[in-house]
């Protein structure tokens, strides 16, 4: 009786581990894909005025992603310690010269960086080292990148953002995009800025 009586016990624990198990996963996230909205995540307004001034942000603590004033926001997903994300530093730092030269593009399209694990001092140690002219923002206890289903770095996201902030998620993939130049033709093509479809 003492044996049924445990092994009631021990399948009525296995049960209850398993539900706790799957309620677990069911707060899991998930990347955002094609079509997507973005996670709503609040980062810190920048103390750094022409941040704050390229971002477009006015007043506030927290920010978030949509608020931008930008038709379209390419977020990248980095870590200071990434050695991926080091070697695509110039490249991305390209990226955002070509769009800032370019008159059709210039605020239209903007890019900033969360570094996932990275304290405030490790991303200004990441920002000065390969001279990162867009804003960068610390993820230290890895907020940000739970809710972005915890990618591997470097991770590139594009979102258009309309004029109610409303927003869609139109590019989505792990790793370096390649040449900046291509890539931006890319941007531009998926987010509907070439059709005039992004306002």
């Not at 094609?34 to 477009?56: C, F, K, Q, T």
């Amino acid at each position: 009786m003492g044996h049924k009586k445990a092994g009631t016990v021990f399948y009525l624990i296995a049960v209850v581990v398993s539900l706790l198990f799957l309620e677990a996963q069911s707060f899991a996230f998930n990347t955002p894909q094609n079509g997507d909205a973005l996670p709503d995540i609040s980062i810190p307004v920048p103390h750094n005025e022409a941040e704050r001034d390229y971002l477009g942000i006015k007043g506030g603590q927290f920010f978030q992603i949509p608020r931008i004033k930008a038709a379209v926001v390419i977020v990248e997903i980095f870590s200071m310690y990434c050695p991926h994300c080091q070697r695509e530093a110039p490249e991305v730092n390209r990226l955002y010269t070509l769009i800032e030269n370019n008159p059709g593009l210039r605020g239209k399209i903007k890019l900033i960086g969360l570094g996932t694990g990275n304290t405030t001092f490790e991303v200004e140690v990441f920002r000065k080292n390969y001279k990162v002219p867009f804003p960068l923002f610390a993820d230290e206890d890895f907020t940000f990148h739970e809710r972005f289903g915890e990618v591997r770095t470097p991770y590139f996201i594009g979102v258009k953002i309309n004029s109610d902030q409303s927003h869609q998620v139109f590019y989505s993939r792990l790793g370096g995009f390649g040449g900046a130049e291509e890539f931006l033709k890319l941007v531009v093509q998926l987010s509907g800025l070439g059709k005039g479809g992004a306002q």
